[in-house]
């Protein structure tokens, strides 16, 4: 799932568009780009786009790679994030899919932000790796 999200942290456009059946990494790029070129005009261009941040499993934050996944048909180390960024012009940072999740459990266990959520439903979710968790609630 892609989503632009604006400065106050509301997603305006998103699309999904599965990693499966594209065969190569470079496939599913383009493939993203073409899906994605459409909700960059509607939101005025991509100068609005700050950066791209991508959640992956096997992802190495360090180096914006997916490294051997065994649940993507994409062998080996991909380096997915600079892919995008060739693709885009914009910077992308990419982290294991894991690490995200375990950021915002970190931030739930805290108990000023888990009383703060308690009894609504997370919504959206923006998380910087080692930087931010952005719970969004209703």
């Given at each position: 799932v892609f989503g632009i999200v604006n400065k106050d942290a509301k997603i305006v456009k998103s699309v999904s568009i599965p990693p499966t059946g594209h065969g190569t990494a470079e496939k599913y790029v383009k493939a993203c780009v073409d899906a994605l070129n459409p909700l960059i005009a509607e939101v005025g261009g991509i100068e609005k786009i700050k950066a791209m941040g991508i959640g992956a499993p096997n992802g190495n934050y360090y180096n914006g790679s997916i490294e051997n996944a065994p649940n993507l048909e994409w062998p080996g180390i991909v380096p997915l994030a600079q892919m995008f960024s060739d693709k885009l012009g914009i910077p992308v940072?990419?982290?294991?899919?894991?690490?995200?999740?375990?950021?915002?459990?970190?931030?739930l266990a805290d108990e000023?932000?888990?009383?703060?959520?308690?009894?609504?439903?997370?919504?959206?979710?923006?998380?910087?790796?080692?930087?931010?968790?952005?719970?969004?609630?209703?």
């Open positions: 940072a990419l982290t294991n899919d894991a690490n995200a999740a375990a950021m915002e459990a970190a931030a000023k932000i888990a009383a703060a959520v308690e009894g609504k439903t997370i919504v959206k979710k923006i998380i910087v790796p080692g930087k931010m968790v952005n719970l969004i609630v209703k």
